[in-house]
């Protein structure tokens, strides 16, 4: 059974930096993408980064990129997302994400593992 579990979030200033860990369970972390989305209140969620299967390439979404960075530890079977110079919009509840199939990007229906979630906000 594969088990996701997050922590990391928390509350900062604008500007600060905060680091999402995501641990799995069930699965080899090197061997499917991982991901993570984010959803505000009232807003669909969105996917943030993706990391392959493999080789590790990563995907951003528009408005963090050059801001977050997502990474795994094979050894950890964790997947990691750096989040610097941050702004009230990344305010959101954070969930990191697998699939067992075949998949690499931000779409949510490319992902059937959820965890539960890590809140982070972000005040001005």
């Known amino acids: 059974q594969v088990r996701l579990v997050e922590s990391g979030g928390g509350s900062v200033q604008t500007g600060g930096s905060l680091r999402l860990s995501c641990t799995i369970s069930?699965?080899?972390?090197?061997?499917?993408?991982v991901a993570w989305f984010r959803q505000a209140t009232g807003k669909e969620r969105e996917g943030v980064a993706a990391?392959?299967?493999?080789?590790?390439?990563?995907s951003y979404l528009d408005s963090v990129e050059g801001r977050f960075t997502i990474s795994r530890v094979n050894a950890e079977s964790a997947v990691y997302l750096q989040m610097n110079s941050l702004k009230p919009e990344d305010t959101a509840m954070y969930y990191c994400?697998?699939?067992?199939?075949?998949?690499?990007?931000?779409?949510?229906?490319?992902?059937?593992?959820w965890g539960q979630g890590t809140q982070v906000t972000v005040s001005s």
């Open positions: 069930g699965m080899t972390v090197g061997h499917r993408t």
């Open positions: 994400a697998t699939t067992s199939d075949i998949y690499f990007g931000l779409r949510e229906n490319g992902y059937e593992y």
């Open positions: 990391i392959s299967y493999g080789h590790g390439y990563t």
